[in-house]
């Protein structure tokens, strides 16, 4: 009966450890997942930012209605040779 006995106390202390352990790595799980989506928006975040300001540099460097071309655009009423 006392080996029955101690045999019961030493599983049940065992099988309270690997719950405490199992505890204990499902709260580490759960941290790195949150840290792991904190790090994802982050970096979307900042591909949004550099995706956005490459678009508003564009845009500040045109003025509407001006052409970026190096060489003036010839207007379409007017003749291109001079006579």
């Known amino acids: 009966m006392s080996l029955v006995a101690s045999s019961w106390i030493s599983l049940s202390n065992t099988y309270q450890g ?33 995706n956005s300001n490459q678009i508003s540099r564009k845009l500040a460097d045109e003025s509407i209605g001006v052409s970026r071309r190096p060489r003036p655009i010839p207007s379409l009423g007017r003749a291109t040779h001079k006579k």
């Open 18 to 50: 690997m719950i405490l352990r199992l505890g204990q790595l499902q709260e580490k799980r759960a941290e790195l997942r949150k840290e792991m989506d904190r790090h994802e928006l982050a970096i979307l975040t900042a591909a949004q930012l550099n």
